[in-house]
Structure formats: structure tokens, C-alpha cells
T-cell receptor, first 112, second 114 residues
Framework: QKEVEQDPGPLSVPEGAIVSLNCTYSNSAFQYFMWYRQYSRKGPELLMYTYSSGNKEDGRFTAQVDKSSKYISLFIRDSQPSDSATYLCAMSAKSGANNLFFGTGTRLTVIP | IAGITQAPTSQILAAGRRMTLRCTQDMRHNAMYWYRQDLGLGLRLIHYSNTAGTTGKGEVPDGYSVSRANTDDFPLTLASAVPSQTSVYFC?????????????FGEGSRLTVL
């Protein structure tokens, strides 16, 4: 079983839709949770970071962590064509990126 | 612009050849990393360095070596390339101040081994 599972998609939505992206994990020790956004032929960039459980909001983006279900989500409100990218979840039990586990990424297309 | 610079951006290489992917950062981050990204497998850590002068093995280190002579540079060497090393390689850095590993990535090096 992989440490982190993520539906690869692809996911296509109309502009303005609410998007829900999800990851599940198996290691109950994970406590650092991140979402990275990767545009085509570019490197990933950090989008959201959450420590332990709860919600975090940043503009149109909301990250949720449910440690009891081992499930994390990223919501995008009022999606825009510029949100079209691959979204990678990442998580770790310890600080330091050498302990980071990535999901395989979900490819999102927002159609104008 | 501050960040990570990788070279080359793209390379086609014959099997058995030696290849070094270069990575330089100007953010004075302590930690640096090399990942490979393959369809369906996501990002996998090859090697890392928590500070200049030290290196460690990641999930898929076989066939690769790294060195960290100074803070800014972290080259990745394929001693004798094989077709299974065809991939997109990303160099990344973090300030390793704790907090779960927030990474800054380069633009990637696309390597094809024939």
C-alpha cells in the first residue's frame, strides 16, 4: 500500500465551479500536510501548508485535514482557467523535506 | 530572480554515458534535494543534503550520486545512464528550519536515455 493515495484524474470543470481535490494516507504519524501546484513543464510550487488537523484558508483556496479519517482536501472556489495545473499533495511525520511523501498528483483543467 | 537554477533543461543521452545535472540555489538554504518525476509514480526522492558537506539517500538512489561541496551547488551524476533513468529531474531546496519541509523547486531537467 502506498503511503499516500491521490486520484490522478484528469478532472475538468467549468470556470466558476468549486473544485475538490483529495488525498488519503496510511501513516497516522503524518502531521505536516501540504499542497503543491505544478503548471505544465514547470516545477511544483507550494500552495498551502497545514500543521496537524483543521482548516486553513487563503483566498479562493481552503485546505482541510481530517486526521481521524486520514484524509486531506483542497477546495478551490470560483475556479479560473489559470488554476489549470496538476495538484500534488505531500505530507510527513517529521520536519525536514527528506521525510516528505508525495501523492501522484491530480491534473485539473478549468474550462472557460 | 532568486531561486533554483537547473541545467540542462533537456538532454538526450546514449545509454552507458555519464551525465551530470547541475543545480544552483541563491537563497542560502541549508537543505537541497533531487527528485525524479515519472507518470503514475509522482515525485520520488533520489538523494538529499541537509547541509553542505553531508548527503543522504532517498527512496531511489541506485545509479545516482551527489556531492555538496558548498551551500549553493548540488550536482546529480548518473555514472552510466540506463533507459530506466529517462525522467524529469527536479532539484529543490528548503531552509530546514523545521515546519514540515516547504520546498522550492527548479524548473526541471528532462532527460531521455536511449
Amino acid at each position: 500500500q502506498k503511503e499516500v493515495e491521490q486520484d490522478p484524474g484528469p478532472l475538468s470543470v467549468p470556470e466558476g465551479a468549486i473544485v475538490s481535490l483529495n488525498c488519503t494516507y496510511s501513516n497516522s504519524a503524518f502531521q505536516y500536510f501540504m499542497w503543491y501546484r505544478q503548471y505544465s513543464r514547470k516545477g511544483p510550487e507550494l500552495l498551502m501548508y497545514t500543521y496537524s488537523s483543521g482548516n486553513k484558508e487563503d483566498g479562493r483556496f481552503t485546505a482541510q485535514v481530517d486526521k481521524s479519517s486520514k484524509y486531506i482536501s483542497l477546495f478551490i472556489r470560483d475556479s479560473q482557467p489559470s488554476d489549470s495545473a496538476t495538484y500534488l499533495c505531500a505530507m510527513s511525520a517529521k520536519s525536514g523535506a527528506n521525510n516528505l511523501f508525495f501523492g501522484t498528483g491530480t491534473r485539473l483543467t478549468v474550462i472557460p | 530572480i532568486a531561486g533554483i537554477t537547473q541545467a540542462p533543461t533537456s538532454q538526450i543521452l546514449a545509454a552507458g554515458r555519464r551525465m551530470t545535472l547541475r543545480c544552483t540555489q541563491d537563497m542560502r538554504h541549508n537543505a537541497m534535494y533531487w527528485y525524479r518525476q515519472d507518470l503514475g509514480l509522482g515525485l520520488r526522492l533520489i538523494h538529499y543534503s541537509n547541509t553542505a558537506g553531508t548527503t543522504g539517500k532517498g527512496e531511489v538512489p541506485d545509479g545516482y550520486s551527489v556531492s555538496r561541496a558548498n551551500t549553493d551547488d548540488f550536482p546529480l551524476t548518473l555514472a552510466s545512464a540506463v533507459p530506466s533513468q529517462t525522467s524529469v529531474y527536479f532539484c529543490a531546496s528548503s531552509d530546514y528550519a523545521g515546519g514540515g519541509g516547504e520546498l522550492f523547486f527548479g524548473e526541471g531537467s528532462r532527460l531521455t536515455v536511449l
